[in-house]
Nanobody
Framework: QVQLVESGGGLVQAGDSLRLSCAAS????????RGWFRQAPGKEREFVAA????????IYADSVKGRFTISKDNANNTVYLQMNSLKPEDTAVYYC??????????????????WGRGTQVTVSS
């Protein structure tokens, strides 16, 4: 059973930073693409950032480019999302995602077949 567990969310003020972590565990989880999505109240879940586990450039949503950075720790099977210059519109539940089949990160939800339960990020103005 593969599990993705997010941590690091919280309540911050606009302009602050947070770092989210996503730890993966499971008997035979060999991750390929890993990513982050978010869902604000009343909105669809949207892509934030993703990276290939084997290397290559990460991809980002336009709304977070230059402010968020995705990184990974292969040894610990963990992916991170460093979020700087946070804005109230970044408020959402952030979900970690992993693909068991696709090496290439995409912005499409259906690429990812493993999901965490989410961590709340709230940015006050």
């Amino acid at each position: 059973q593969v599990q993705l567990v997010e941590s690091g969310g919280g309540l911050v003020q606009a302009g602050d930073s947070l770092r989210l972590s996503c730890a993966a565990s499971g008997v035979t989880f060999n991750p390929k693409a890993r990513g982050w999505f978010r869902q604000a109240p009343g909105k669809e879940r949207e892509f934030v950032a993703a990276v290939s586990w084997s290397g290559g450039s990460p991809i980002y949503a336009d709304s977070v480019k230059g402010r968020f950075t995705i990184s990974k720790d292969n040894a610990n099977n963990t992916v991170y999302l460093q979020m700087n210059s946070l804005k109230p519109e970044d408020t959402a539940v952030y979900y970690c995602a992993g693909s068991g089949s696709s090496f290439y990160p995409t912005t499409t939800r259906t690429t990812y077949n493993y999901w965490g339960r989410g961590t709340q990020v709230t940015v006050s103005s």
